[in-house]
């Protein structure tokens, strides 16, 4: 979440990070896939972004920049998807070069501070259902840099964490949150994988939480089954989403004309989806949703947060 994030570090209304120093580290160090089950079967039905603005100049000559530049996926809403963990990864999130990996993660730890300060206190909510609900097995989905994991430190003993992120450069500083948020080596996983498919058993976990990362996966209905597929009954997911402004708002014309750049400088993560109205219409048993403008999220914003329950 790039464009339009203020933060002492961070520029606003520009999609490059000027003034954040860059530290490539080549090695790769990501553990593989593990504990492989199947994901049920279903058709893709897209990513939920509805732009009306005709891009029709715009978006292929950045679709053609970002190609050269970058191996991005473009979003695709017609590929289907196999029940293999792999593959999926494979397909939906091909391999980044390493420097671009890299850039993302050193970006995301560098730049989100002022923005994860002023979401503090609606985590802090949403999060006390762990500990409330005595939640024993967390999967989080695009785990990222870990801003989520100094929320787990109240767990019940012997809870444990599975965070599933495409991008192997992650690990490090997730292993690096999980440490600092108390959590024994031993609770925390991160595994290579993206979340159209994740390498978990059905009905095997207590929460399923997501920050930001709707507004980047492929496919969001498909993410959202598969959420739904491994929570145990009664099972809750956590969500923090930016999701598109009013039709109608300056904001949303401003970022329809930016999403394709977003697209290309943020690891595919999409400025104008829909994303409450996808979580409310997947089917959980029930959904809290709530909406809230974010200061330090400029242009990123609204965002929605709550609870759908399985
Ligand atoms: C904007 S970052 C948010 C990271 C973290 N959740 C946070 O709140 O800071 C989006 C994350 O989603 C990950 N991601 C992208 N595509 C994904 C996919 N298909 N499945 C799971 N995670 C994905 C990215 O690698 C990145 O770590």
């Not at 939920?48 to 473009?74: D, E, K, V, W, Y």
């Not at 397909?91 to 560098?110: S, T």
């Not at 959202?224 to 708002?249: C, S």
């Not at 999409?270 to 994303?275: K, N, S, Y």
Request: aromatic share 8%; charged share 15%; hydrophobic share 40%.
């Amino acid at each position: 979440m790039f464009v339009g994030i203020s933060s002492p570090t961070q520029i606003t209304s520009t999609p490059f990070f000027s003034n954040i120093k860059i530290k490539l580290n080549l090695n790769n160090s990501h553990q593989s896939i593990q504990n492989l089950a199947k994901s049920p079967s279903s058709s893709c039905t897209g990513g939920g972004s509805n732009n009306n603005i005709c891009l029709c100049g715009r978006r292929p000559f950045l679709a053609t920049i970002s190609t050269a530049l970058i191996p991005l996926h473009q979003s695709n809403a017609s590929d289907s998807f196999s029940d293999d963990p792999i593959a999926v990864l494979n397909r939906v999130h091909p391999p980044r070069p390493d420097w671009y990996e890299e850039f993302y993660a050193v970006a995301m730890d560098a730049s989100m501070k002022s923005y994860e300060d002023e979401i503090a206190g609606y985590k802090s909510e949403l999060f006390a259902n762990l500990t409330t609900g005595k939640a024993a097995k967390i999967l989080e989905i695009g785990i990222g840099t870990g801003p989520n994991l100094k929320y787990y430190s109240n767990l019940a003993s012997g809870a444990s964490v599975v965070g599933v992120d495409p991008n192997r450069k992650m690990e490090k500083y997730a292993q690096a949150a999980a440490q600092a948020s108390g959590l024994p080596p031993t609770k925390f996983q991160f595994i290579h994988a993206v979340a159209e498919a994740l390498p978990v058993s059905d009905a095997s976990m207590d929460a399923v939480v997501g920050t930001l990362v709707l507004c980047s996966v492929k496919d969001v209905n498909k993410t959202l089954q598969e959420v739904k597929r491994v929570l145990k009954p009664g099972g809750i997911y956590i969500f923090v989403e930016h999701v598109a402004a009013e039709d109608g708002t300056f904001l949303k014309v401003i970022q329809r004309a930016l999403d394709p750049l977003q697209q290309v400088v943020a690891d595919g993560c999409h400025l104008t989806r829909e994303t409450g109205d996808s979580i409310s219409a997947a089917g959980f048993s029930s959904t809290d949703i709530k909406k809230v403008f974010l200061s330090s999220a400029s242009l990123i914003n609204p965002h929605a947060y709550g609870i759908a329950y399985k």
